[in-house]
């Protein structure tokens, strides 16, 4: 006999249920903005609408290199990939799409200007 507790979590996002699922050794992708927090309180009502076009970003790359979405809260993705070629190539493709669509998520700042940095970190097993 199992207890319930009488509460569950809220799910704030599920992500898409990938048809096929890498096996093996993987390698992990981490994204975030760096404060992204400071950022929601500067743009407002206008933040999700750049949450949005980031989201799109990421998730074109992640498809184009057979990046698996594990997770993803807020502005930070958790991607499997099955090599650490295929992580690395979507993160050259995120920073130069992110630099062709400058959105106020993401830019390099000009002089005078606010810098927004994306932070990546990935974890591959041994070669």
């Known amino acids: 006999m199992t207890a319930r507790l009488g509460w569950t979590r809220p799910v704030l996002h599920q992500a898409p249920e990938p048809l096929d699922r890498p096996e093996g ?3 992990l992708m981490f994204t975030d903005i760096e404060g992204s927090t ?9 933040y999700l609408g750049a949450l949005d076009d980031h989201r799109r970003i990421l998730r074109a790359a992640f498809e184009a290199r057979a990046g698996h979405e594990v997770d993803t809260q807020g502005d930070a993705f958790f991607v499997v990939f099955a090599s650490a ?6 993160a050259v493709d995120i920073q130069r799409a992110s630099r062709h669509n400058s959105g106020p998520l ?9 810098q927004n940095l994306m932070v990546m ?3 591959a097993p041994p070669a």
Do not use: D, I
């Open 25 to 27: 050794m993987l390698t």
């Open 38 to 46: 400071r950022l929601l309180a500067a743009l407002g009502e206008r």
């Open 85 to 90: 070629e295929e992580s690395l190539a979507a």
């Open 106 to 114: 993401v830019s390099a700042g000009g002089p005078g200007e606010a």
């Open 121 to 123: 970190g990935f974890s």
